[in-house]
Nanobody
Framework: QLQLVESGGDLVQSGGSLRISCVAS????IAWFRQAPGKEREGVSC????????NYADSVKGRFTMFRDNAKNTAYLQMSNLKAEDTATYYC???????????????????WGQGTQVTVSS
């Protein structure tokens, strides 16, 4: 079993920055997804099992950065130049595997956190 706990969601103004965190009971491939009301869950970013390779959705490239701190068993999503359309519940997900590549498809992940709310005011 693998536990994931997100935190750091907040209300921020458009153009602002925010960092959200995901504490994992152990590190494997890990990803961030988001879901806005009435919309499908969207893959935002992912980090391969070695913590080196990343993948980002086109909608966040150049604005979001995903990284992890092995000593703290924590993965982070640093979000900059936030837009109203970034408003969503953000979920951390992991697949229990150590492959170097990673996927932005929600079907690739077996373990999910409870989510943290990010709201961007325009």
């Amino acid at each position: 079993q693998l536990q994931l706990v997100e935190s750091g969601g907040d209300l921020v103004q458009s153009g602002g920055s925010l960092r959200i965190s995901c504490v994992a009971s152990r590190f494997t491939r890990i990803a961030w997804f988001r879901q806005a009301p009435g919309k499908e869950r969207e893959g935002v970013s992912c980090l391969g099992g070695t913590g080196v390779k990343t993948n980002y959705a086109d909608s966040v490239k150049g604005r979001f950065t995903m990284f992890r701190d092995n000593a703290k068993n924590t993965a982070y999503l640093q979000m900059s130049n936030l837009k109203a359309e970034d408003t969503a519940t953000y979920y951390c997900a992991a697949d229990g595997d150590f492959g170097t590549d990673c996927s932005l498809s929600h079907t690739a992940y077996d373990y999910w956190g409870q989510g943290t709310q990010v709201t961007v005011s325009s």
